[in-house]
């Protein structure tokens, strides 16, 4: 496991070059100050960006199998990850943060696109709010998905209309 590392990894890279070319500069790179110090945090804006892989974070997407030796180690671990990622989102909407989730799987070449462009549209209009004096209540975006229980009642939908 020593040659997996936390920061700058392509995922991250990634992000932080579509952001840069699209002009929204002035973020920083795992600051220490917000909990969980966020991938990519704009703190003027109070937006925290966690790009979360698949594997180490079990994408809930991508529904990725266990490990086949050492099941239990790896389950405590990733039980430990996802609940660590859960308080550090909490903590950050409860101080009236916009927290992004970016998945890996999510900046694929056929989609990073979209995904990026929900990151900037995010970002973006947190910063106007600020700027108007308006304050965002905390909240939680994943960037790239629907959420679940959209995609959810799309699937139901979907299926009644096949069996008409």
Partial sequence: MQGNKSEDTKPELLARRHLRAVGLTGYRLHWKKAPGSP???FPGRHVAIFINGCFWHRCPYCNLPLPGSNTEYWQAKFARNRERD??????LTADGW??????????APSR???????VDSVVIMSGKARDEGRLLPGRIVEA???????RRR??????RRRQI
């Fill in 112 to 118: 990073i696109g979209s995904t990026m462009q929900r």
């Fill in 98 to 107: 916009t927290v992004v989730v970016v998945w890996e799987c999510a900046l």
């Fill in 86 to 91: 859960y308080i550090n989102r909490e903590k």
């Fill in 154 to 159: 799309m699937q139901k939908r979907h299926c």
């Fill in 144 to 150: 790239g998905f629907m959420p679940i229980w959209f």
């Fill in 39 to 41: 991938d990519i945090c």
